[in-house]
């Protein structure tokens, strides 16, 4: 594998080429975001540094990007996400990178291994949510939202209905975090990738 000729700006493209809802693309790069987040921390936690990190970090951001790339196309539980699978594969995309991606949709029945694996499925729902909690704020910023308001959210059955609490939580516990951290953690890479993401808020944006 060259992992050279695999690069964020390819996954990019990609993800764009195949993806025409605005909101699934910010869904991919704030599931990016979140991933790089975990990845630079186990790559610190590891000691890596320099081109040694970078190589590390790199899938982390390539399955956030590609996670749902094929959603837009081929939304249905038979397609998603094999189809982007095939394509993936065919292309010689990394097999971390195809592992965590089947594995992140529970009924592919794909377990979750890795340290990526467990990343990609505990910070899909999660990055949903933050994003909705900011986008309910007058401000609409995600510098506005803080994990007690979080918390909160998530027993109010009628807000954001379709994120999966479950999948929230069994995300933190694949962690080995307490909900509480994940949040925070997930929080802190979203505010810090706000402007690409559109979650600077309204006074940025005017
Ligand atoms: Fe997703």
């Avoid at 990178?97 to 029945?109: D, N, W």
């Avoid at 910070?123 to 401000?139: M, N, Q, R, W």
């Avoid at 007690?148 to 059955?157: I, L, P, S």
């Avoid at 909900?179 to 979650?199: D, K, T, V, Y």
């Amino acid at each position: 594998m060259i992992l050279g000729m695999y690069t964020r700006q390819r996954a990019l493209q990609l993800m764009e080429e195949w993806t025409t809802s605005e909101s699934l693309r910010k869904h991919a790069l704030a599931v990016e975001a979140c991933t790089c987040g975990y990845g630079e921390r186990e790559a610190d936690r590891q000691g890596l540094a320099g081109d040694q990190r970078d190589v590390f970090v790199l899938p982390y951001s390539l399955a956030g990007l590609l996670h749902d790339f094929d959603y837009d196309r081929h939304p249905s539980l038979e397609e998603h996400p094999y189809v982007g699978n095939r394509l993936l594969t065919e292309q010689g995309w990394p097999e971390a990178v195809r592992h965590a991606i089947l594995a992140h949709a529970a009924y592919t029945g794909t377990s979750r291994e890795s340290h990526l694996d467990r990343v990609l499925f505990a910070c899909d729902e999660l990055s949903g949510f933050l994003t909705a909690c900011a986008l309910v704020k007058p401000s609409r910023s995600i510098h506005d939202v803080d994990p007690a308001g979080v918390r909160k959210k998530m027993k109010d059955k009628a807000f954001a209905r379709a994120v999966s609490r479950d999948d929230m939580i069994e995300g933190a516990a694949l962690l080995d975090l307490a909900l509480e951290e994940h949040i925070a953690n997930c929080l802190r890479s979203l505010q810090a990738a706000a402007s690409r993401l559109g979650l600077e808020g309204m006074a940025a944006e005017a």
